[in-house]
């Protein structure tokens, strides 16, 4: 099969295209034909080695596609089903293989490029959004990057949850995105003090909770847009790592809290991670959660989508057809 692999950590140039070996299912898994695969802010880390992965390894977390064999042991799932995931290493590439209870069946109505699209972005939304900071009717919430994977969704749960949405992006383009995903307010962080502006927009007060995963760049922003007892949720650093915080910081800033989440706690049984897949496919269904697919490569393209990621290009998900 064809597959992506990195030798050696760097820069998007590593992403190499190479023939290599189908694996074969170990007991507990499946093996699929990938339908499409989904580029994460999360694989950048790992191909630079910010998150150190021992080479050679083919990176990618996430996709869909059909199940053509099974390892020992497997129920509930059968050869032929169509699965998507979060949490498969090894998923650019024509063949992965899931954990059998990571894996989660797809329903007729979500086409492979959407189910590939949703996963890993759509369950963080969805936690960060409902158990995070469970949003309610009537609160302003600070999104930053609210034009990009995560944040276009996450920027369509906050308003189903009856929230709104002050949004923060970089061009034009990106506001209108923002806007059609429902975002209340958009403000060009790249121009403006998006803390005062977002000040301004709450009559003072100050928001509830922020949804940072832009870090280094917003993070003291972030907090002084807080109000008294509000949640920092920092769940990424798509402009680099935060650096080390003094906690005193949290009591100036007013009693505030600082969560660093990720999604592995929110979906830790299989339960939770089928209700969370559950209620994204409901709304996907019903027409309430648009996943805008925001580029789609060639599997070999692999660089550039990453080049497009970091480069700050991209809108919504970017795919990698195989
Ligand atoms: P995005 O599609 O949101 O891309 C990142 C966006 O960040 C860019 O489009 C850009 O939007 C903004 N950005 C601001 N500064 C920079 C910069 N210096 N370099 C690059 N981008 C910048 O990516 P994802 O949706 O894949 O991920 C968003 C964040 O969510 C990432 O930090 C990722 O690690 C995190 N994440 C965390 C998870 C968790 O469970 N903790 C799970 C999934 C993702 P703009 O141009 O508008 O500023």
């Known amino acids: 099969m064809r597959a992506i ?20 299912p170990g007991p507990g898994q499946v093996l699929v034909d990938v339908a499409a695969s989904g580029v994460n802010y999360i694989d950048t880390y790992q191909r630079s080695g910010l998150y150190p992965i021992p080479v050679p390894f083919v990176p990618g977390l996430e996709g869909a596609g059909r199940i053509v064999a099974m390892g020992e042991g497997v129920t509930g799932l059968s050869t032929g089903d169509r699965v998507g995931w979060a949490a498969a290493a090894g998923s650019y590439a024509e063949q992965a293989i899931v954990d059998a209870a990571r894996a989660i069946p797809v329903p007729d109505g979500v086409a492979d490029d959407v189910a590939a699209a949703v996963f890993l972005q759509g369950l963080t939304a969805h936690y960060l959004a409902t158990s995070t900071y469970p949003v309610q009717q009537g609160d302003s919430v600070l999104v930053h990057a609210a034009a990009g994977g995560v944040g276009l969704l996450l920027t369509q749960i906050v308003k189903l949850r009856g929230g709104r949405v002050i949004a923060t992006v970089s061009t034009d383009e990106k506001a209108e995105l923002a806007r059609a995903a429902g975002a209340d307010e958009v403000i060009r962080y790249d121009q403006v003090d998006f803390s005062a502006e977002t000040r301004r927009l709450t009559a ?34 798509a402009s680099g790592p935060v650096p080390p915080v003094d906690p005193q910081r949290l009591n100036s800033g007013g009693s505030l809290f600082l969560t660093r989440p990720s999604l592995v706690h929110y979906t830790g049984t299989r339960e939770e991670l089928l209700a969370r897949a559950g209620d994204l496919f409901g709304w996907i269904e019903a027409g309430k959660l648009d996943v805008r697919i925001g580029g789609r490569y060639p599997l070999a393209d692999a660089r550039r989508a990453h080049e497009d990621l970091e480069g700050r290009r991209s809108t919504g998900k970017l795919l990698l057809v195989p």
């Open 5 to 24: 692999q990195i030798q050696q950590h760097g820069g998007p140039e590593v992403l190499q295209a190479a023939d290599m070996p189908s694996p074969q």
């Open 204 to 237: 003072g007060r100050g928001v509830p909770a922020v949804f940072d995963g832009v870090g280094r760049t917003t993070f003291d922003g972030s907090l002084a847009t807080l109000r008294p007892r509000g949640i920092m949720v920092l769940y990424g650093a």
